[in-house]
């Protein structure tokens, strides 16, 4: 076995043994499904204190109009009371006191007044119910100017909600349904994850490397390694861990997707894309159309993705950009003694990275656009970019042009970190300045 292979596994099998790669590549599935499923379980779940509500009318223009709800209750008050209540507040039987103005229409503005600050939810209940009284009264008064009867109704008849059922065509003119809010998820949860794990496993490699140096194991290691092969066993024994990470995780996904697909009845599949449009018109003349089953849409979406595509490209893009910055972040490790030696160093790294994200978000929104071609065109920002482009399609021509420049220069950074990893690994007490490393990139081999 080479130099290289020996000290890969040896980084290999160290980490992959430890208890906490266990535990997180076990947990990680389900932390991911957590920050994304309970937030939305929690903003689903209703308010159900129960509260009471006095109402003050200075205008009548609700008066007796708000109605109550389960949990929710409306109490009309007079002049009198809201005189009592107003200054007695907490000591009354009420939540809050609400108060419209005469010149309400006016100012556009009611008051709701409670000892405590009001939740979000009742405050847009109130404003909602409130507004849709104020705009039927208006209307009620157009239609009495107007002298048309059901003008109500007819105005009501015109308002129409649409939804878009986007169809995708492959080379071959099959269609299937796909769905953008689906290529925005994948493109945003993959260009994350790399960059998540370009930080995490980058910083782990230098941290490695600076522990080593630190004790001075590095200086037995070196006496039968190259700096040159101690290096990249390092990288790629690290990469490995995090691609059985990666490869652990694809597996769970893809079991629980198939069981939650066998659970479901067949899908429907469309030939051509007239077909479609021939059903979604009986459909639509359908006196009676039957209700969608939600997950068995989103389950046929899912077919519509080029899954392989994306799974290839995101271990493509994922190794190229860990390599190429786990070997930048190597040469930092090796050229300084402290962690705080290291920030002067670490802000240009890390600014692309930083940037790349931002972009990303761009590019999702506008995948077409100059701004992500040449961001994922880039080798600094492709490999989070590229894949925020990825499932919406990419022509060919760019991405192998993408690849191509990203190993080039994957590459040349190897050669330059190699440089410096040669020259630091073996420097103590000496802080190291962007100077002093141009002169190591100079050194003869």
């Not at 007079?78 to 100012?107: C, G, R, W």
């Not at 600050?117 to 008064?141: G, R």
């Not at 349904?177 to 910083?203: A, D």
């Not at 492709?382 to 220069?409: D, E, H, K, N, Y």
Request: hydrophobic share 50%.
């Amino acid at each position: 076995m080479s130099k290289i292979g020996l000290v890969l596994t040896r980084e290999y099998t160290t980490r992959i043994r430890k208890k906490s790669f266990i535990v997180m590549t076990l947990l990680m599935p389900a932390l991911m499904a957590a920050m994304f499923i309970l937030p939305s379980y929690f903003m689903s779940q209703d308010d159900t204190k129960e509260r009471t509500i006095a109402v003050y009318d200075g205008s009548t223009i609700l008066l007796g109009q708000l109605e109550s709800t389960n949990y929710t209750k409306f109490k009309f008050i007079p002049k009198e009371d809201y005189d009592k209540i107003k200054d007695h507040l907490k000591n009354s039987e009420f939540y809050a006191l609400l108060v419209i103005q005469p010149n309400v229409l006016t100012t556009k503005t009611v008051q709701l007044i409670s000892a405590s600050n009001i939740p979000f939810d009742l405050k847009y209940q109130v404003q909602n119910k409130i507004n849709t009284i104020i705009e039927k009264e208006k209307m009620a008064e157009v239609i009495k100017k107007a002298a048309i009867p059901d003008l109500e109704d007819q105005i009501k008849a015109t308002k129409t909600s649409i939804s878009i059922s986007t169809i995708k065509l492959g080379e071959s003119g099959e269609a299937k349904k796909s769905s953008t809010e689906i290529g925005m998820i994948l493109g945003y949860v993959f260009g994350f994850v790399i960059y998540m794990f370009i930080l995490l496993y980058g910083q782990m490699v230098m941290q490695g490397v600076m522990e080593e140096k630190q004790s001075r194991i590095v200086e037995v290691i070196i006496s039968s390694v190259k700096p040159f092969e101690l290096m990249m066993g390092k990288i790629i024994g690290i990469a490995m861990v995090g691609l059985t990470q990666l490869a652990i995780w694809i597996v769970l996904g893809i079991v629980i997707i198939t069981s939650a697909r066998g659970l479901m009845p067949a899908a429907q599949h469309a030939g051509t894309a007239q077909d479609i449009v021939a059903q979604s018109q009986m459909a639509a003349q359908a006196s009676a159309p039957e209700q969608l089953d939600k997950i068995q849409d989103v389950l046929s979406m899912l077919g519509s993705v080029n899954f392989p595509l994306i799974i290839g490209c995101f271990i493509f893009f994922f190794v190229g950009g860990y390599l190429l910055y786990s070997s930048l972040f190597a040469a930092v490790g090796s050229a300084v003694d402290a962690q705080e030696d290291a920030q002067q160093f670490m802000m240009p790294i890390m600014l692309p990275i930083i940037f790349a994200i931002l972009v990303m978000m761009s590019a999702i929104k506008n995948p077409e656009g100059p701004v992500a071609f040449w961001f994922s065109i880039i080798p600094l920002t492709s490999p989070i970019v590229m894949m925020a482009r990825i499932p919406f399609g990419v022509p060919a021509w760019q991405l192998i042009l993408s690849m191509v420049i990203l190993v080039i220069t994957f590459v040349g950074m190897v050669w330059a970190a190699g440089k410096i990893y040669r020259t630091g690994i073996l420097m103590y007490g000496k802080k190291t300045s962007w100077k002093e490393l141009g002169k190591w990139l100079t050194y003869k081999s």
